[in-house]
C-alpha cells in the first residue's frame, strides 16, 4: 500500500511550524512521498521551493513538488526543476495550472502535456513524473471523451502514473479507469482522498473543482450546523467507507489532500494499513 499527503506551502512562522508537526506526525506510518501544491501565476511559487527543501532535508520522505506551466517560460521552470534535481528530488506533479483571470499571454506551455514533454527532454527519466486526472471531467473541459484524450496525451507524453481528483462515487473513478486502460494506458492512477471536516469549505472547493459532493451526503452534512463534532464523525465515517470500497476492488495506492491538518488523513490512512 502506498501512502502520499498533500500540503499547501505555509506562509507564516506559525502556519510552518504547525506544517512540521504535521508532517512529523503523518510520518509515522512511513508515506511513500509528501507533495506541496505550487500557485498558479506566481503567488507561493517561492513557497512550494522552501517547503519542499524543508521536507526533502528534514523529513526522512521524499519531497514532490507540484510544478504548474501556466503562464511560465521554459528557462524559469528549468531553473527550478534543476534546484529540485540538485537537492535530490526525484518525483514532480506536472500540471497546467489555472490560468489567471485576466491573462492573455499564458506564457511557453499550453497544457499539461507539453510541461510533461519538455521534463522529458530535459531530463530524461531523472524524474518520476505524475499528472492530474479527473474521474468526473476537469471543469473546463469540452466532454469526458476529450478529457480522457487530453489525459491519455499526458501518460503518452512520458508521465508515469496520476493521481485524481478527489471524488465521492467510487463509479466514475472506475469507468474512468477502465476508458483509460481501453485507450492502451496502464499506469496506477492513484485517487485522491478528500477528509470531510468542513461544509462551507467542502462546498466551495467542489464548485472550484467541479467535484460532485452526492446529494446524500451534502443534505447530510447540511444538518450538522455547528456541531462539528458529529460532522467530523459522519466525515470520517463517508470517506473512510469510500477508502475501504476502493481498496477492496484493488486499489493499492492513496493520495490525501491533508489540508496541513494530521489527524482527518492519519485517521483514514490508518483504517487502511
Ligand atoms: P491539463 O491536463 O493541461 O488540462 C487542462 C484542460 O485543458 C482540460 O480541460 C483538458 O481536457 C484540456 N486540454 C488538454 N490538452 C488540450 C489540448 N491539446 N487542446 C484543447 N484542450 C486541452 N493547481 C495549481 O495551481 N497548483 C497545484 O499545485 C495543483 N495541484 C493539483 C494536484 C492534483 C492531483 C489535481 C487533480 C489538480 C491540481 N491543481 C493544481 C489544479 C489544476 O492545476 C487545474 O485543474 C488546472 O485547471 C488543470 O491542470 P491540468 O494539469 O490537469 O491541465
Not at 512521498?33 to 521536507?55: K, M, R
Not at 471543469?139 to 471523451?145: G, L, T, V
Not at 477492496?248 to 483504517?271: R, W
Request: hydrophobic share 35%; proline share 5%.
Amino acid at each position: 500500500m502506498q501512502l502520499s499527503f498533500e500540503f499547501f506551502p505555509p506562509r507564516t512562522d506559525q502556519g510552518k511550524q504547525n506544517l512540521r508537526e504535521v508532517r512529523q506526525q503523518l510520518s509515522i506510518i512511513k508515506p511513500h512521498y509528501f507533495s506541496t501544491t505550487f500557485g498558479a501565476g506566481g503567488t507561493t511559487q517561492d513557497a512550494t521551493l522552501e517547503t519542499v527543501l524543508d521536507i526533502q532535508a528534514n523529513d526522512g520522505i521524499p519531497a514532490a513538488p507540484h510544478l504548474s506551466c501556466i503562464d511560465s517560460e521554459k528557462s524559469k521552470i528549468l531553473t527550478l526543476l534543476n534546484q529540485y534535481k540538485n537537492a535530490g528530488i526525484n518525483r514532480i506533479v506536472a500540471l497546467r495550472g489555472d490560468i489567471p483571470s485576466g491573462v492573455r499571454d499564458i506564457g511557453d506551455f499550453h497544457y499539461a502535456n507539453e510541461l510533461v514533454e519538455f521534463i522529458r527532454e530535459e531530463f530524461n527519466d531523472h524524474f518520476h513524473i505524475e499528472v492530474a486526472a479527473y474521474p468526473e471531467m476537469h471543469p473546463q473541459a469540452k466532454n469526458m471523451q476529450t478529457d480522457i484524450t487530453h489525459f491519455v496525451n499526458k501518460i503518452n507524453a512520458g508521465a508515469n502514473s496520476a493521481i485524481t481528483q478527489y471524488f465521492y462515487n467510487t463509479d466514475a473513478y472506475f469507468r474512468f479507469v477502465d476508458e483509460v486502460q481501453k485507450q492502451g494506458i496502464d499506469v496506477p492512477i492513484t485517487p485522491g482522498i478528500m477528509p470531510i471536516t468542513n461544509y462551507d469549505q467542502l462546498l466551495r472547493f467542489s464548485n472550484m473543482c467541479g467535484a460532485e459532493i452526492p446529494r446524500w451526503i451534502e443534505k447530510r452534512l447540511a444538518t450538522y450546523g455547528d456541531d462539528m463534532q458529529s460532522l467530523r464523525e459522519f466525515g470520517f465515517d463517508v470517506v473512510a467507507n469510500l477508502c475501504d470500497q476502493l481498496k477492496t476492488q484493488g486499489v493499492e495506492s492513496f493520495h490525501f489532500y491533508s489540508m496541513n491538518k494530521s489527524q482527518p488523513s492519519l485517521k483514514l490512512a490508518q483504517s487502511l494499513i
